[in-house]
């Protein structure tokens, strides 16, 4: 089971990274692969997606002292 939940993030990972690099179709193909294998591994990924960007978002409105959202 551990091995598919692995298997299924890296699918995920190459797709969410195709999908920024603009291949989109190739990228959501691979993540639906990668959601037959095992849903819960995407999840876990979009997580910590969103998790980063946050922390991303925190750093660079320290640097410049102000919110990027609402500048």
Do not use: H, T, Y
Request: hydrophobic share 35%; net charge negative.
């Amino acid at each position: 089971m551990q091995k598919q939940r692995k298997r299924a993030r890296e699918i995920a990972e190459e797709g969410f990274d195709r999908i920024v690099e603009g291949e989109e179709e190739v990228g959501w193909r691979m993540i639906d692969q990668a959601r037959k294998i095992d849903p819960r591994a995407v999840e876990e990924l979009a997580e910590d997606i969103e998790r980063d960007k946050a922390d991303v978002m925190r750093f660079v409105e320290k640097k410049i002292g102000r919110s990027i959202e609402n500048p």
